[in-house]
C-alpha cells in the first residue's frame, strides 16, 4: 500500500513551501523552507538543492528528515519522516534534474544537487484551531487575513 495517499500528493503538490527539517552535527535542528519539494513516487518526496547547504551538508552526516507542509489558509497539512539521500551527479541525479526541467521548467545549471527523500512515516497536521471552530470559520479568518496582508480579496467561485 502506497504511504504517500492522494490528498498528501494533492497538498504537497498545491501548498508550499515546505519546511524541511534536518539535524545539525552539534545535534540543534535546522529547518529550511523548499520550494522545489515535490512527489516523486508513492513512497518518496524530492527536492533540489538550489542554496541549501546547510540542509545538503546535514543529510550527508546524518539522512533523518522531516518535511512539513501545510495549507495556510485552512491550517492543515502533512509531515513526513523518512530517511533522504543527496546525489550530486549521476544516472539518478540526471533523472531527477530532468524531472525538474521538464515538470518546473528549472533550468539543470541552477541544480547543485538532489534529495530523495524515502518517506518511513505520514501524518497529518491539524491546528489547534480546530478544537474550538469549523473549517468554514478558520478559512473564513484566514482569508481575512490574506485580504488585509496582501489588499487583494478572493472571490469563492461558490458564492460561499
Not at 529550511?32 to 546547510?54: A, C, I, N, Y
Not at 539522512?63 to 509531515?79: L, M, Q, S
Not at 533522504?84 to 526541467?101: L, N, S
Not at 487575513?145 to 496582501?150: A, D, H, L, Q
Request: glycine residues 6%; contains cysteine; negative net charge.
Amino acid at each position: 500500500m502506497p504511504i504517500l495517499t492522494e490528498d498528501m500528493q494533492r497538498v504537497v503538490r498545491d501548498h508550499g513551501p515546505a519546511f524541511v527539517a534536518t539535524v545539525c552535527p552539534d545535534g540543534t535542528p535546522n529547518v529550511s523552507p523548499k520550494g522545489t519539494t515535490m512527489v516523486w513516487d508513492d513512497e518518496h518526496l524530492v527536492f533540489v538543492d538550489l542554496r541549501s547547504p546547510q540542509t545538503i551538508a546535514n543529510l550527508r552526516q546524518n539522512p533523518a528528515v522531516e518535511i512539513n507542509v501545510v495549507d495556510t489558509i485552512t491550517r492543515t497539512g502533512y509531515r513526513f519522516k523518512g530517511q533522504a539521500t543527496v546525489h550530486t551527479e549521476g544516472a539518478r541525479f540526471d533523472e531527477v534534474v530532468a524531472f525538474y526541467e521538464r515538470e518546473r521548467g528549472l533550468s539543470p545549471s541552477r541544480v547543485l544537487g538532489v534529495a530523495i527523500v524515502t518517506v518511513s512515516r505520514a501524518a497529518p497536521l491539524i491546528s489547534p484551531a480546530y478544537d474550538i471552530s469549523d473549517r468554514g470559520e478558520i478559512v473564513a479568518l484566514n482569508m481575512r487575513r490574506f485580504e488585509r496582508t496582501y489588499g487583494v480579496r478572493i472571490i469563492d467561485p461558490a458564492g460561499d
